[in-house]
Structure formats: structure tokens, C-alpha cells
């Protein structure tokens, strides 16, 4: 498996970029991983990087993402922060990915039984940690809109909770930075939000934006 180049790169889409995601989850799952040589690819990426994908993801210790997504060394850039949450640092970090890298992918990735978002559901204080559910928060509150939300059993209302936070950080990425939403705009990058299950190893994809 060839490492990606500024070549490569340059030639990829954002489509072409979630595809290649979806294929390595694809073989992730069936035990199908490619086999590579990562001394090789720490020769071909010492003098630079061209990651075709950024994926913001938790944390969480059963979310490794470049084997979730069957990726070598330079293919992705991986933020990871308990519950997935969007910062402006995270921004910050999108903003360097796809700006002056030319990443062409965001996937926020988040993930069942998540911890942090167990912790929002059931309104925990700790420390800063409190800082980190609140921005949770505004999912759980939408869900809570719904007439039918009382009767969701903990699990389903962690479940249906994870799943719109996912789809509200995709919403909230270009709208909280301009650079972002610019290269949305002008097709050169995608957002993708994707929902991670830590007992099966798939990936299902939520929600896209592409223009």
C-alpha cells in the first residue's frame, strides 16, 4: 500500500476521501487489513505529510482510529478528546488540516457506550470535566424535545443522544469557523459525522455535507 503524496492528495475528492474510510472499516471488520510496511512509511513521511482525512474522535481506548479505518502512517490526522466534543481548538486544528495541508475530510466519528456522553445524560460534575459535558449538553436537550423521550430505556437515550451529538458537531464546524465553511462551500472539502459500535467494529456514516 502506497503512502499518500501532495500528488495523490492533490487528485483526491472529498468523496474519494470517505470512500477510501468506508473500505479500510470494510476490511477492518472482515479481518482484511492491508498489509504494510511502517518502516517503510516512516521513510516516505519523514520530510512532510499529506493526510487525505482528519477524523475527530473520543478518546475512548476502544476507538483506535487508524486501525477502525485500516490506515498507515501519513494517511489521516486524528484528534481524539472525550466525547468528540468541537473546541476552538479542535478548530484550530481543522482549520490547519484542510487550509495549509489540503486535507480533504473532516469525519467526526462518535461511538456507542461513550463515556462522556453516559456522563452529560446523567448531568455529572467533576472538575473540568463539567466543561466537557456541557457541550453535550445541547444534544441531550434536543432529544429531550421529543414527546417519547421518557419512555427511552438509559441505553436508548445514551444511544439516540451520541448519534445527535455527532449530527450537531458537523453542523457546528462551518459554522463556527469561516476558513471551513469557505473551503465547504468552494467543494474542496466534505464533513462527514459516522457512529462507531464498539461491539460489532463498523462504521455507520450519520450525516454528510458536501456543498
Not at 49 to 57: N, R, T, Y
Not at 74 to 98: K, M, Q
Not at 178 to 186: A, F, H
Request: proline fraction near 2%; charged fraction near 25%; include cysteine.
Amino acid at each position: 500500500m502506497n503512502t499518500i503524496t501532495a500528488e495523490i492528495l492533490a487528485k483526491t475528492s472529498p468523496l474519494e476521501s470517505l470512500n477510501i474510510l468506508i473500505e479500510g472499516n470494510n476490511r477492518f471488520v472482515s479481518n482484511l487489513k492491508f498489509n504494510r510496511n511502517f518502516l517503510s512509511q516512516i521513510e516516505e513521511t519523514k520530510n512532510g505529510q499529506h493526510p487525505h482525512a482528519i477524523v475527530l474522535s473520543c478518546m475512548d481506548s476502544r476507538t483506535p482510529i487508524e486501525h477502525i479505518f485500516d490506515q498507515g502512517i501519513g494517511d489521516i490526522f486524528s484528534i481524539r478528546i472525550a466525547g468528540n466534543i468541537v473546541t476552538d481548538e479542535v478548530i484550530g486544528s481543522l482549520e490547519y488540516a484542510c487550509k495549509l495541508v489540503g486535507t480533504k475530510l473532516i469525519l467526526v466519528l462518535g461511538h456507542s457506550q461513550c463515556g462522556a456522553i453516559t456522563g452529560a445524560c446523567q448531568e455529572k460534575k467533576l472538575g473540568k470535566l463539567t466543561n466537557v459535558l456541557a457541550k453535550i449538553s445541547p444534544a441531550l436537550e434536543t432529544i429531550k424535545q421529543r414527546e417519547e423521550w421518557e419512555e427511552y430505556s438509559e441505553k436508548e437515550l445514551i444511544s439516540e443522544v451520541t448519534k445527535e451529538h455527532i449530527i450537531q458537531s458537523v453542523r457546528a464546524i462551518p459554522r463556527q469557523s469561516e476558513v471551513l465553511k469557505s473551503l465547504l462551500e468552494q467543494d474542496r472539502i466534505g464533513i462527514v459525522g459516522a457512529h462507531y459500535d464498539v461491539s460489532s467494529g463498523k462504521v455507520e456514516i450519520l450525516t454528510q455535507k458536501f456543498i
